[in-house]
């Protein structure tokens, strides 16, 4: 079993930055593409930004230039450095990794959320 644990998120003002981080943990032989993706109240779940095993990476367009992901491979975690944060990014973000577990083929997991939200 992979389980997905993030932190970081919190309450900050307009204009400022906050890091999210999520370590992918349990019985794991190897972890491909990661990203995070957001929820806002009564609004589906989008995009914000994926990073491959080699580190390739893609953005939504509302977030391009603000927003950086990266990852520890040795350490199965991702992160997701937001700055110039506006109100509009408030939401649940939610990080995903593609994994083979020891015992169960390649499969999406979610971990469960973490609540960014910018004040105005």
């Given at each position: 079993q992979?389980?997905l644990?993030?932190?970081g998120?919190g309450?900050?003002?307009?204009g400022?930055s906050?890091r999210?981080?999520c ?11 990661m990203?995070?993706?957001r929820?806002?109240p ?10 491959t095993?080699?580190?390739t ?16 491979n040795?350490?199965?975690?991702v992160y ?7 109100p ?6 939610y990080?995903?990794?593609?994994a ?6 390649w499969?999406?997991y979610?971990?469960q959320g ?7």
């Amino acid at each position: 079993q992979v389980q997905l644990v993030e932190s970081g998120g919190g309450l900050v003002q307009a204009g400022g930055s906050l890091r999210l981080s999520c370590a992918a943990s349990g019985s794991i032989l190897s972890v491909t593409n990661m990203g995070w993706y957001r929820q806002a109240p009564g609004k589906q779940r989008d995009l914000v930004a994926t990073i491959t095993g080699g580190g390739t990476t893609r953005y939504s367009d509302s977030v391009k230039g603000r927003f950086t992901i990266s990852r520890d491979n040795a350490k199965n975690t991702v992160y997701l450095e937001m700055n110039s944060l506006k109100p509009e990014d408030t939401a649940v973000y939610y990080c995903k990794a593609f994994a083979l577990g020891r015992t169960v083929p390649w499969t999406d997991y979610w971990g469960q959320g973490t609540q960014v939200t910018v004040s105005s």
